[in-house]
């Protein structure tokens, strides 16, 4: 037993004061171990040279496809629907059946028709007859000049009669030829908004057909992108630039999953004019679609290669430090000091980022580390005002992708 715990026992009115300084000793030998824990060393990052490279300078605008003809059917007579021929959602052909309405009251009516055209041409018949009995008689003064001139006038009227009544007819035999409704170009067919039984009239939009082979994309461009490429559409209207100029540059669409689309487009149209509203101009694109994977009102977005940066700085996307709107790196010394610097960035490129502004070829920039060093400049901030945070640096090696591993 510890001398103090003795004399305790012996005295129990120190047992309070030895308990005391046995509590001091112990916080003491805690003071001394945490005293002799090391300081932690350098931080060790991993650091990528900024390449120089000629990039492609790629543009990417939200799209939304169309097909380039949308028929809306409607019939041209009123009557009810008896029969959808079509099924909802399938390929139709131009000249296929789609609906059937009831055709009783036309066919009734054409044969009215018919009837009022046998019925004036029978007096059309009678009034010749009597012209050309009555011409040589009143050439012989054998009957009066007026009998002649009212049965020539009567063969005049006859004559326009029959014209109307076939006219009549035809419109007939049309408003029964009309009760087929037919689609007028080939495309893919909606859900009919007509059920069997409706009565159906010319305001009434049965359905809609949409030609989805080849199928466009339309797009806004800002006006200031639209005066970059604006002479080659002036030269394009003006008949001075081959219209392949504009097909010629490969259009690539982007689905909503994020996918390419396998097969590329070129630029049909710019349009007429640019929105007051919005500062920008539509431009449309038309793609291969004979699979019909692409459908009308679907959403995207186009990708257009408008040149090469030449000698375009990269750094690795992981390297950039986003500050609100504003961007920085770590960049280190010869002699493996960090220090943050101040960039601004241009367009990303698969796994990296072109620098516009802040570095130079050569500079060696941490890619991962950069919250070691961020915590260690924050513990000692004094290292930033004589030269920068000490590091050890390591080489950083870009991960394969996925894309990149299948191809090997």
Not at 28 to 46: F, S
Not at 151 to 171: G, H, M, R, T, Y
Not at 208 to 230: C, D, G, K, R
Not at 328 to 342: C, E, G, H, S
């Amino acid at each position: 037993m510890p001398q103090e715990l003795k004399t305790a026992v012996r005295f129990p009115g120190m047992l309070g004061t030895s308990i005391g300084i046995v509590s001091l000793l112990l916080t003491l030998a805690a003071c001394e171990k945490q005293e002799e824990k090391p300081k932690p060393g350098p931080p060790e990052v991993l650091v990528a040279e900024v390449a120089q490279q000629n990039v492609p300078v790629v543009r990417e605008w939200v799209a939304q496809l169309n097909g380039p003809v949308n028929a809306d059917i409607t019939p041209k007579v009123q009557g009810y629907l008896l029969r959808q021929d079509y099924q909802n959602g399938f390929f139709v052909k131009k000249g296929q059946l789609l609906f059937e309405l009831d055709p009783r009251q036309y066919q009734a009516a054409l044969e009215e028709a018919k009837a009022t055209v046998a019925a004036t041409e029978a007096n059309l018949a009678r009034v010749e007859a009597d012209v050309a009995r009555d011409t040589p008689l009143a050439a012989q003064n054998a009957i009066p000049q007026k009998q002649l001139d009212n049965d020539q006038a009567n063969q005049k009227s006859w004559q326009a009669q029959v014209q109307a009544a076939k006219a009549n007819e035809q419109n007939a035999e049309l408003n029964l030829a009309w009760t087929k409704i037919y689609s007028p170009i080939d495309g893919i067919a909606g859900v009919a908004n007509s059920q069997i039984g409706d009565l159906v009239g010319t305001t009434t939009k049965m359905v809609t057909v949409s030609q989805v082979n080849p199928i466009w994309a339309y797009y806004n461009v800002s006006e200031s992108t639209f005066l970059s490429f604006a002479t080659k559409v002036t030269g394009i209207i003006s008949g001075k630039v081959s219209r392949n100029t504009l097909k010629s540059t490969p259009v690539e669409y982007i689905q909503a999953n994020g996918e390419p689309y396998p097969q590329k487009g070129e630029i049909i149209y710019v349009n007429r004019a640019i929105g007051t509203q919005t500062g920008t101009i539509q431009m449309a694109a038309e793609f291969p679609n004979p699979d019909a994977v692409l459908r009308p009102g679907g959403f995207g977005s186009i990708r257009i290669t408008t040149g090469v940066d030449q000698g375009a700085l990269l750094v690795p996307q992981p390297a950039v430090i986003e500050v609100q709107t504003d961007y920085q790196v770590i960049v280190l010394t010869p002699d493996n000091k960090a220090r943050f610097q101040p960039v601004k960035m241009g367009d990303r490129v698969g796994a990296n980022w072109v620098v516009t502004e802040g570095l130079k070829p050569g500079d060696r920039v941490v890619v991962e580390g950069i919250q070691k060093v961020q915590q260690f400049a924050a513990a000692a901030p004094e290292l930033m005002k004589t030269g920068g945070v000490p590091v050890v640096a390591k080489p950083y090696v870009a991960p394969v992708t996925q894309a990149a591993a299948g191809s090997n």
